[in-house]
């Protein structure tokens, strides 16, 4: 996993601030959409995902928001932890599973 | 236990050798998929499988080949490997078309 943050945005924030990590979107018919998130050396783990009905959806410490005038979407996290530092990418679906694609994804690296 | 396995985790090779990564999963899940991740790009789908008689081909599938063989199981197998079939291979399920996948932890394969 250690290769899969090299040239990738880094996001750094400080311990128990919030982050966002911003990802654009391509497909204006997409209609689904997850954000992941992938540790080093594991395979990526769902977070949250949201339909094209909606704009926001909360979770534990995590919120996202879905702007599709502009193909926007973002990750919100509450009181980032260390635990939090990782990859985080969204993936867009639409047609069932006719298409999905991911972002390349925003490396967080959070300071303790 | 993990409910998505991948074997080998690790695997140097030779350019021209066949190999086989494996993939084994106890959610019950009919869908199965394979992805390729490269540093700087998002995942790239190779072939994905809705049931053990359904396989499709996904963006990337030269060079690869699948197998189900069972509800459970999918291989991928590169037939010849090649020094650009260099990168880290993930194993997803899914309940269903546009559901969450579960990603196993990843086979990082190395062609010389």
């Known amino acids: 996993g250690e290769s899969v943050g090299l040239h990738l945005p880094t996001l750094s924030v400080q311990e128990g601030d919030n982050s966002i990590i911003n990802c654009a979107y391509s497909?204006?018919?997409?209609?689904?959409f997850i954000w992941y998130k992938q540790e080093s050396g594991k395979g990526p783990q769902f977070i949250i995902d949201?339909?094209?009905?909606?704009d926001k959806r909360q979770g534990q410490r995590v919120t996202v928001l879905l702007n599709k005038t502009v193909k926007h979407l973002s990750l919100q996290i509450a009181a980032t932890q260390p635990g939090d530092s990782a990859v985080y990418f969204c993936?867009?679906?639409?047609?069932?599973?006719?298409?999905?694609?991911f972002g390349i994804g925003t490396k967080l690296q959070v300071i303790p | 236990d993990a409910d998505v396995t991948q074997t080998p985790r690790n695997r140097i090779t030779k350019t021209g050798k066949r190999i086989m990564l494996e993939c084994s999963q106890t959610?019950?899940?009919?869908?199965m998929y394979w992805y390729r991740q490269d540093p700087g790009l998002g995942l790239q789908l190779i072939y994905y499988s809705f049931d053990v008689k359904d396989i499709n081909k996904g963006e990337i599938s030269d060079g690869y080949s699948v197998s189900r063989q069972a509800q459970a199981k999918f291989s991928l197998s590169l037939e010849s490997a090649i020094p650009n079939q260099t990168a880290l291979y993930f194993c997803?399920?899914?309940?269903?078309?546009?559901?969450?996948?579960?990603f196993g932890p990843g086979t990082r394969l190395t062609v010389l």
């Open positions: 497909n204006s018919a997409s209609d689904y």
């Open positions: 949201i339909r094209s009905n909606m």
């Open positions: 993936a867009e679906i639409h047609g069932g599973y006719q298409k999905v694609t």
């Open positions: 959610k019950g899940h009919d869908r």
């Open positions: 997803a399920t899914s309940n269903r078309a546009g559901d969450t996948q579960y």
